[in-house]
């Protein structure tokens, strides 16, 4: 069994900062890719930040100089530095990663609750 939980959010007024942070556990052998994405009251989940095992990121266009996305591969860990906070950043953010599972070397595409940021005006 593999679990990502996020944490991190809260409640912040607008130009502020949070740092979100995801954890995996369980029978993991490694992990490739891991991304942030969010979603909006009413508005579809959309992607925030991937980084790959290699180090290669991707910002959307939306996010690009306020947010860095990292990761500690020996913690299993993944982080989303947020600066420079608007109330349109606003969503539920959501973790996601590409594992390999540890003896049986499947793939799983794994997905955290979720951990909410509410900007304030």
């Known amino acids: 069994q593999v679990q990502l939980v996020e944490s991190g959010g809260g409640l912040v007024q607008a130009g502020g900062s949070l740092r979100l942070s995801c954890a995996a556990s369980?029978?993991?052998?490694?992990?490739?890719?891991m991304g942030w994405y969010r979603q909006a009251p009413g508005k579809q989940r959309e992607l925030v930040a991937t980084?790959?095992?290699?180090?290669?990121?991707n910002y959307a266009d939306s996010v690009k100089g306020r947010f860095t996305i990292s990761r500690d591969s020996a913690k299993n860990t993944g982080y989303l530095q947020m600066n420079s906070l608007k109330p349109e950043d606003t969503a539920v953010y959501y973790c996601?990663?590409?594992?390999?599972?540890?003896?049986?070397?499947?793939?799983?595409?794994?997905w955290g609750k979720g951990t909410l940021v509410t900007v304030s005006s």
């Open positions: 369980g029978s993991i052998f490694s992990i490739n890719a």
């Open positions: 996601n990663a590409d594992i390999i599972i540890a003896a049986t070397w499947r793939h799983m595409d794994a």
């Open positions: 980084i790959t095992s290699g180090g290669s990121i």
